[in-house]
């Protein structure tokens, strides 16, 4: 099916910003992993660096982590806001493509790898949680930190049995 051209497209485009709920969600989703990259500078800056807040189109929202077992290998984790889904996931990064590659082909057996193909963006991406309470902030930053610790966990025994 051939897609509208952008000047039929524009009428929907110009109705969904028209009452600021689009652009009051998405700053206010924006605020969520602000506060999130915060709370993960306070409680893991003795063992990540953790980036400045970064955005997508309208897609992602995410920040960095490395510590320095990834950055030898060549590897970040992203702590992505799936704009979409409305859900959070925790991706592996490699520093250019070919570590992407690589790390892909290395990792195909572990359950968050889909053997078929790489992600565009990453080597995987995880599901870190798939309903959040965006209301409850104390409750959405214990579950993100503590899904995050389990993640981890996983994700750097896989790559150490890798090697």
């Known amino acids: 099916m051939p897609s509208q051209s952008l000047n039929a497209r524009i009428p929907a485009y110009k109705s969904a910003f ?9 700053q206010d989703l924006v605020g969520v992993v602000q506060n999130l990259r915060t709370e993960f500078l306070k409680r893991y800056q003795a063992e990540f660096s953790v980036a400045a807040i970064l955005h997508g189109y309208i897609d992602f ?4 982590l490395q510590n320095e077992y990834l950055k030898n290998k060549k590897l970040k984790l992203a702590l992505v806001l799936n704009h979409q889904n409305a859900n959070f996931e925790l ?66 025994e896989v790559l150490e049995s890798c090697e």
């Open 18 to 26: 028209s009452s600021g709920e689009l652009q009051r969600t998405y």
């Open 61 to 64: 929202t995410y920040f960095y």
């Open 91 to 156: 991706w592996l990064l490699g520093q250019t493509k070919d570590v992407q590659i690589l790390y892909w082909k290395k990792l195909r057996g572990a359950k968050w790898v889909n053997p078929e193909a790489m992600p565009a963006y990453s080597v995987f991406e995880a599901l870190l949680l798939a309903a959040p309470d965006f209301d409850d902030a104390a409750k959405l930053t214990e579950t993100v930190c503590g899904q995050f610790e389990t993640l981890l966990r996983e994700i750097l």
